[in-house]
């Protein structure tokens, strides 16, 4: 007898294609990249040449221009399915190898060749697995199928999902281990007593270390939870397996990439996060828990998060008054440690007040925050249709995210620089820099010119040997922290006649500049 779905199997299922047509509209909105996102795909395919990030070739004139950062970004003949370069690369780098190893997975079958995508192929699959888990987790607590197809919807939906999606990084890929962790740590909390469940957390923790090391924050937290209760309820020996477990799964992340020890305690990143640690002043911290707070309060809950909490608190006073105690029979508190301990946590240590370091959690967040809606109306409004309720109210908050969500992975900014650039197809491009790794975001601009030829600020005397055509246009990107006064005093040295120097555009580190010789 054939099984078929059932009408909620049915629902997230569209919930998912939702999604997936949400997020391929969202990426066709996105113009340009961010020096990380070529990383993204520099790290996963460039052979390590003793630089990890792309080092032109000083004087060499590449053309047509896109060659130069082609050599960088593409799979090279040669280099497909290379594993072992991809983790020379990341040994290198501050971030763990298995996302890259993804990537680079995607664009070996397309050698040669760059896509946005590659990458974005990556973030929609995990993403919708990451709205099939949201799903799962929100079944666990709520036990009620509907509260969990409008809470995959509302986590599907938002804008701050959508806006993680255009990021071509390894955030939707820890999201998803990050939800995953969540849901079997719960699912283990509420009587699930299969051995799979120690080979399950061994697995996805193994993973979520080796996509992004924030991912170990919040592993801590829900771990050290999960452990006390383990203890307080006196099941030393299911305390056993599991802390063993987790000793296993840090010693086989090691040993897969022995890199991480160093990059955490002594890399760029984890020195920061000491620093971090030690230096932030009360005053700065404070101010840092407010940015990220309105992260998830713009971009999950349309800056009504506030509302929602103080909601639920009402919820819980009418409550005790009513002497029907809230239910501990589910594993909400876990997720509130683990997430509030995560945000207290990256809010004092993050390099940079950025997003994309909460966007692991986001999953979490929108399971608690809907839990808390429904609890609140459940308690509050119990003659209405509840159902109905909260999926106007969850409706009315999407449409908010969309409001307050500032889009900025999509860099619709860069767009009246792009369109120049692509009416200048036969115009060469001279780039001056003091960082090659800079020269990295000019991708998108960059590979519209005829040629383009790269010379370090420390270097200009070798542009006394270039071939330049002194008669003809030139497009200058000029990084803005060189000497600008004496870059243009060199050119206006190496032209017979007069020119004109007319700003077309700045895109993160450099400004383009348009170089014109009066006609005598």
């Known amino acids: 007898m054939k099984k078929t779905l059932s009408k909620e199997k049915w629902f997230l299922l569209a919930i998912v294609l939702l999604f997936t047509v949400a997020s391929v509209i969202a990426l066709f909105q996105k113009a340009n990249l961010h020096v990380d996102e070529v990383y993204t795909y520099g790290l996963s395919n460039h052979p390590y040449d003793g630089n990890y990030t792309m080092s032109p070739e000083e004087g060499k004139v590449y053309s047509p221009a896109e060659e130069a950062w082609d050599e960088y970004m593409q799979v090279q003949p040669g280099h497909q399915f290379d594993y072992a370069n991809v983790w020379k690369n990341q040994s290198e780098d501050v971030?763990?190898?298995?996302?890259?190893?993804?990537?680079?997975?995607?664009?070996?079958?397309?050698?040669?060749?760059?896509?946005?995508?590659?990458?974005?192929?990556?973030?929609?699959a995990f993403g919708a697995l990451t709205v099939v888990v949201v799903y799962f987790l929100m079944l666990l607590l709520?036990?009620?199928?509907?509260?969990?197809?409008?809470?995959?919807?509302?986590?599907?939906?938002?804008?701050?999902?959508?806006?993680?999606?255009?990021?071509?990084?390894?955030?939707?890929?820890?999201?998803?281990?990050?939800?995953?962790?969540?849901?079997?740590?719960?699912?283990?909390?509420?009587?699930?007593?299969?051995?799979?469940?120690?080979?399950?957390?061994?697995?996805?923790?193994?993973?979520?270390?080796?996509?992004?090391?924030y991912f170990l924050i919040y592993l801590l937290f829900l771990c050290l939870g999960y452990g006390i209760w383990l203890l307080v309820k006196k099941q030393f020996s299911l305390f056993v397996k599991f802390f063993l477990t987790m000793c296993l799964s840090g010693g086989a992340a090691l040993a897969a990439f022995p890199s991480m020890l160093q990059q955490i305690l002594a890399g760029n990143r984890g020195s920061e996060a000491f620093d971090n640690l030690q230096n932030v002043t009360f005053g700065q911290y404070l101010q840092q828990l407010g940015i990220f707070f309105n992260f998830f309060n713009q971009q999950i809950f349309g800056g009504l998060l506030p509302l929602v909490l103080l909601f639920f608190l009402v919820a819980v006073c009418l409550r005790k008054k009513r002497k029907q105690p809230v239910s501990q029979r589910t594993g909400v508190f876990l997720l509130a440690l683990s997430s509030v301990a995560y945000y207290l946590l990256v809010s004092k240590i993050a390099a940079y007040a950025y997003d994309r370091y909460i966007f692991p959690i986001y999953p979490v967040v929108s399971v608690l925050g809907c839990y808390l809606l429904f609890y609140g109306i459940k308690t509050l409004l119990p003659k209405v249709r509840k159902t109905a309720v909260a999926a106007g109210a969850m409706t009315v908050i999407t449409i908010l995210t969309f409001v307050f969500c500032p889009w900025e992975y999509l860099y619709q900014n860069s767009k009246p620089l792009l369109e120049y650039a692509q009416t200048q197809t036969e115009t060469p491009c001279l780039y001056v820099y003091d960082a090659s790794w800079m020269a990295q975001q000019s991708f998108y601009e960059g590979r519209n010119y005829s040629s383009v030829v790269f010379i370090q600020q420390n270097n200009l005397g070798a542009l006394d040997s270039l071939e330049l055509d002194t008669d003809s246009n030139l497009i200058l990107c000029l990084m803005d922290s060189c000497n600008q006064e004496v870059v243009f005093e060199k050119l206006r040295s190496?032209?017979?006649?007069?020119?004109?120097?007319?700003?077309?555009?700045?895109?993160?580190?450099?400004?383009?500049?348009?170089?014109?010789?009066?006609?005598?």
């Open 142 to 213: 709520s036990k009620s199928k509907k509260s969990s197809l409008l809470t995959a919807a509302f986590f599907a939906l938002s804008a701050g999902t959508l806006s993680a999606v255009t990021f071509l990084r390894m955030y939707i890929v820890a999201m998803f281990w990050v939800a995953l962790f969540t849901y079997l740590v719960v699912k283990a909390y509420q009587g699930w007593k299969s051995k799979l469940f120690y080979l399950f957390i061994f697995l996805v923790a193994v993973a979520g270390t080796l996509t992004h090391y």
């Open 95 to 124: 971030h763990p190898p298995l996302y890259y190893t993804l990537i680079h997975t995607v664009c070996s079958f397309f050698p040669q060749q760059y896509s946005i995508w590659f990458a974005g192929s990556i973030n929609i």
């Open 494 to 520: 190496l032209y017979p006649s007069e020119i004109t120097i007319e700003a077309k555009g700045q895109y993160f580190f450099t400004t383009t500049y348009e170089i014109v010789p009066q006609k005598k």
